[in-house]
């Protein structure tokens, strides 16, 4: 067992440079510790929780962004997907898709993500039990796609909080598909500010120190060299100079889960 | 104030005799307690727990029945749409739209059925706070329609669990907006069979009057001759032939309520 | 079956003449409504946020106030009680004693209770469910005292926030026990201000109109003539001047509860 | 800094060579280690589930085990108190003293186990965050005793089960307390079996592993020769024999932690 992978990025495209700047900073740290690293970057955010937050370059915009950051950083490229019609046209371009917490039930975006046949990793609702997503990978897996990972972000706690319940990663693992633990929406407030989601930064790397230490196939980390200007999870999204400094923190951890791996029963 | 109105019919549309059937049951029982009716149906169930559970007769021949019901019966329908295609091609049959909760913060969605015109019933999702819902509506009434209804479904609760904040109400009716208590979703039980969710028929009566007593402006019933038999949500829909006993109970709680409303400070 | 019962009263005892004008107050409204009415004060605040608040009179002089009510205004009343000693104290002098929802798990004090043949009121933990309560109950019953009432005051929901589960009404009742809802504390928010809990007054009203329409034996309400000087609970207490009106809703939803009462299959 | 320490013991003393022996066990694995090892067993259960839980040896005879388990292992003893008495009495006897999770806020009993000048090692509640335990702390050091730990056992999410949220640990530790994972009642399902609680023993090796990651300073955890014929936490106790090959798992984790430890801000 080699480290875990890496999908990081900033919550949205912001444009060619923007992405590449941070796919090239993450693709040479990454490379340093010899952890796979994918980029992500979202073209649109459908569900943002006002109608006045930013939703990102568009599709045409935003996949053009991601090949551009292929071709010049050469690195795969992952984005999420809302629709039929998105996956098409995002599976024509991106290396893996991904399915949004909210839209993990949506059998046709299940079925037409796995038709593209790129690797999906769907993150699992905020109202969902670790063992409800079997079901969610079997609709995936009957398109014949079993390039399927399984995404821990946090189940909805009470009023505008969620919590990360660590038995869900093993839980998860036990469907044989690899889990990824995304560090930065775990940390979310849905809904806390108001008219925009807040965020607990600090606590990304606590949380994900512990799902290391419990064992994770990969990170999904969103990333930015400027959070506080980001146009979107701005408040719990990880600076980019301190990335490396958090992946050597989490590989130290990794090497001793993967020496000893969780054994359920 | 006059009595509440009423949403309710079969989970899944299953053809033209079944929902006339449950579409002139409702409609007579209705008609003589003086309560506004509209058939509900579905004509797809886009997001199952696993795969293998009944979809519904798709959007073609769904929209049909709804028609059919609409001329045989007389009575207004809402159907619920996943995608802006659905929304345009529901909208031109059905004389109101219902937004599911796991699809309640998707903007385009939002906006395509606001854009139709018709009556908007927006599940709130079972991740949001009930002071997350104007954010929601407000996506919805940006295209100019105003005619949108909150509905309260229950939220996450630990796992495969949900529960009903009565607070919640009153909180939603803050907006202006009328307030929709869905009565049967709030007993589900989320996965709670593995492959399938689970429900508490028996609760559902037991919320309903609670909601009643705090004061809505409607309720969402689903009901079926036949609840055993139904492909989906058999576990708690409201017999056929209970409701008349159900809308006797909740008027005279409806009556009180109104005559007596709510007043937050 | 007549109206439900009511127990109501300042948080803290603060005095004989502020006990008894409380008292003398519910005493006529409760009289006027035909309503059975209990006085309720605590001589101690055993667990208060933090140290600082204040525990109140202690348990002599809290007595001592208990007793003078009960002489001056003839009204039965009841207190709450921590320790073994306290109930063999308290027993002596109240009418009916209450186990606070934090202690409903002990045994020697649900014994101690039971033992003193008193009847006695147990708030639901916020960390039980409503079918853990039987066994609660039986440790009371266990001592051959089965004058016992079980209170739902709800339950914990994330952080600093408790959701009342109006299902747990009727699956309390299937024990035999007459259910009592706690419109006050039911609306605290525990932790809520940092160095003591917060409320919000506004929906007890809310909460207890949704209970009197599912159905309940009884109400406990803390009502204050000035709640914003009160030492303890002053942001959840209902003001003495407004329990009149209050009740005159309750029980219409109650007469309409009882001529209609919820049966689970 | 070195490892962290460990509390470790039956649910309840059973007998003095029955605690004998897991305590020597334990001393031993401990002291191979380099691992301060603190003998736990609790003389009264009494909160037991239901009435017919087994309640344990009583206060005389269980603080004789525990003083001969001290005589013979030479190890320091720690147990649980629910009375001021019986912080009196277990004071004179054992080393340090445990405030039960549903009595974290009795303030009498908090300020009884002070008084004693051992140290005190206090669960968080199920019902409280992790920001509400300062206030606890504060009872215990007003006298004077500023040998205080803060435990971790879960908190409740939804019914009949606990969630651990790992971010609790680095804000627990902010009040310069020393803070301890229980890593065997953090996986309890209260009440889950009906008339006793339910557990997860497999999850609490993945729980524990989270957080030694992220960084504590102590371990409790329940261990048993023989857990399926325990009289009490039967189904999350640790085998005996399985315990040299848990804290060699932790103590790893640990290290790593220890040199790279989580900063907030």
């Not at 949506?106 to 905020?126: F, W």
């Not at 849905?190 to 990304?204: I, K, T, V, W, Y």
């Not at 990170?219 to 999870?233: L, Q, R």
């Not at 999204?237 to 054994?263: E, H, N, S, Y």
């Amino acid at each position: 067992d080699g480290p875990f992978a890496l999908i990081a990025g900033p919550c949205q495209a912001e444009g060619v440079s923007h992405s590449v700047e941070i796919a090239a900073t993450m693709h040479e740290v990454c490379r340093a510790r010899g952890i796979p690293y994918v980029f992500k970057a979202s073209f649109d955010k459908a569900n943002r929780t006002s109608l006045g937050g930013k939703r990102g370059l568009g599709i045409e915009r935003g996949l053009e962004v991601l090949a551009e950051v292929r071709r010049q950083v050469g690195v795969p490229v992952l984005t999420d997907v809302h629709t039929e019609e998105q996956c098409r046209l995002a599976g024509a371009v991106a290396d893996a898709l991904q399915i949004p917490a909210f839209l993990c039930r949506q059998t046709d975006l299940l079925l037409a993500a796995g038709e593209t046949g790129k690797p999906v990793n769907v993150k699992k609702g905020q109202f969902l039990a670790p063992w409800d997503m079997p079901n969610v990978a079997q609709k995936i897996a009957s398109t014949g796609n079993r390039s399927i990972m399984l995404c821990e972000r946090g189940s909805s706690f009470g009023y505008n909080t969620l919590v990360t319940d660590m038995r869900g990663l093993p839980q998860m693992a036990a469907t044989g598909y690899p889990v990824i633990f995304d560090a930065t929406h775990s940390v979310q407030q849905p809904g806390g500010l108001g008219g925009a989601s807040g965020g607990q930064r600090e606590f990304a790397p606590v949380l994900a120190r512990a799902a290391a230490a419990v064992g994770v196939a990969g990170f999904f980390i969103e990333t930015h060299p400027d959070p506080a200007n980001a146009p979107s999870d701005g408040p719990n999204m990880i600076p980019l100079d301190q990335m490396a400094g958090l992946l050597d923190t989490l590989a130290a951890f990794d090497r001793v889960a993967k020496a000893d791996p969780v054994v359920l029963n």
